[in-house]
């Protein structure tokens, strides 16, 4: 199944989870459920044996490294093999939207919002999948906030590790490291003239094949990526310093504090000023 990285990365990022049940399953031999529709979501990581999934009609082999997303939409039929009996850990789950964006908060049901995985997808680092879910079925026979606090560290943990599981499939040795170099470029001379033309000579690539490669590992175009990590330099420097904006949009790359001003209110909703007479309201912003 294709995963459109971009969209999923934000997607999984404006949602809140809780953990129901987390656990590790040994299959009898021919274990099977047929025609069932999940109460929940939930996810199976195949650690061991063979057998297959049919969802919604369209039939899955699993073997060791296949992880399986069941939502609540789903129709499933479930079997393992006779002389290879499934093994696999399993996370139940419940989830909703809320995220911030532009200093307005936004939230929807689970009802109303459609879970962004969803099907069966191979990782490659099983390795480190493993060691999460390992954490994960631990946890789950222990109780308190401070253990459902960790569960839902470790459970978004999980989903950013399987996100960049797919992000290397997509982009393997010279252009991955191409691509981190120019990251790191950017973090060290944001506040100088970039071009993509200039961050493609950097990785040996055309500017074409460049933005192809970039926004596939990041999820953003290199531009966005730059003005992105402007902006958050600049938020810092007006909520830590006395510096006029002027200077603020000199030392963040910006020789033009108008198009600063205009690329500011677009990225965080508010104007550098109002940014900053807003942070005055909170005298205590700084130290939270």
């Given at each position: 199944m294709c995963v459109k990285m971009c969209n999923l990365t934000a997607n999984l990022n404006k949602l809140t989870y809780?953990?129901?049940?987390?656990g590790y399953k040994t299959c009898p031999p021919e274990w099977r459920r047929q025609g069932t529709q999940p109460k929940h979501h939930s996810l199976w990581f195949v650690t061991k044996g063979k057998g297959e999934v049919i969802l919604n009609g369209k039939k899955h082999k699993l073997c060791p490294g296949k992880l399986v997303v069941f939502t609540t939409e789903m129709v499933c039929d479930k079997k393992t093999s006779r002389n290879h009996?499934?093994?696999f850990y399993f996370v139940r789950f419940s989830y909703a939207m809320a995220f911030e964006e532009k200093e307005t908060w936004h939230f929807k049901q689970s009802g109303d919002v459609s879970f962004p995985l969803h099907g069966v997808y191979t990782i490659n680092n099983s390795s480190a999948v493993v060691v999460l879910l390992e954490q994960l079925n631990a946890l789950s026979?222990?109780?308190g906030e401070t253990v459902s606090f960790q569960q839902k560290v470790l459970f978004q943990e999980l989903l950013l590790t399987i996100?960049?599981?797919f992000r290397s499939q997509t982009i393997t040795g010279d252009s991955k490291k191409a691509i981190e170099g120019t990251i790191e470029y950017m973090v060290d001379h944001y506040n100088h003239p970039i071009t993509l033309s200039d961050l493609a000579n950097i990785a040996g690539l055309s500017t074409s094949h460049y933005s192809r490669?970039?926004?596939?590992?990041i999820g953003l175009s290199p531009i966005d990526y730059l003005t992105h990590l402007r902006i958050d330099r600049?938020?810092?420097?007006l909520v830590l310093s006395d510096v006029r904006i002027k200077e603020v949009s000199q030392n963040v790359g910006y020789v033009d504090e108008l198009y600063f001003s205009r690329t500011f209110k677009r990225i965080v909703g508010v104007s550098p000023s109002q940014f900053c007479d807003d942070q005055k309201l909170l005298p205590d912003s700084i130290d939270v």
């Amino acid at each position: 199944m294709c995963v459109k990285m971009c969209n999923l990365t934000a997607n999984l990022n404006k949602l809140t989870y809780s953990l129901l049940l987390a656990g590790y399953k040994t299959c009898p031999p021919e274990w099977r459920r047929q025609g069932t529709q999940p109460k929940h979501h939930s996810l199976w990581f195949v650690t061991k044996g063979k057998g297959e999934v049919i969802l919604n009609g369209k039939k899955h082999k699993l073997c060791p490294g296949k992880l399986v997303v069941f939502t609540t939409e789903m129709v499933c039929d479930k079997k393992t093999s006779r002389n290879h009996p499934l093994e696999f850990y399993f996370v139940r789950f419940s989830y909703a939207m809320a995220f911030e964006e532009k200093e307005t908060w936004h939230f929807k049901q689970s009802g109303d919002v459609s879970f962004p995985l969803h099907g069966v997808y191979t990782i490659n680092n099983s390795s480190a999948v493993v060691v999460l879910l390992e954490q994960l079925n631990a946890l789950s026979k222990r109780r308190g906030e401070t253990v459902s606090f960790q569960q839902k560290v470790l459970f978004q943990e999980l989903l950013l590790t399987i996100i960049q599981d797919f992000r290397s499939q997509t982009i393997t040795g010279d252009s991955k490291k191409a691509i981190e170099g120019t990251i790191e470029y950017m973090v060290d001379h944001y506040n100088h003239p970039i071009t993509l033309s200039d961050l493609a000579n950097i990785a040996g690539l055309s500017t074409s094949h460049y933005s192809r490669l970039f926004k596939k590992y990041i999820g953003l175009s290199p531009i966005d990526y730059l003005t992105h990590l402007r902006i958050d330099r600049a938020k810092e420097l007006l909520v830590l310093s006395d510096v006029r904006i002027k200077e603020v949009s000199q030392n963040v790359g910006y020789v033009d504090e108008l198009y600063f001003s205009r690329t500011f209110k677009r990225i965080v909703g508010v104007s550098p000023s109002q940014f900053c007479d807003d942070q005055k309201l909170l005298p205590d912003s700084i130290d939270v």
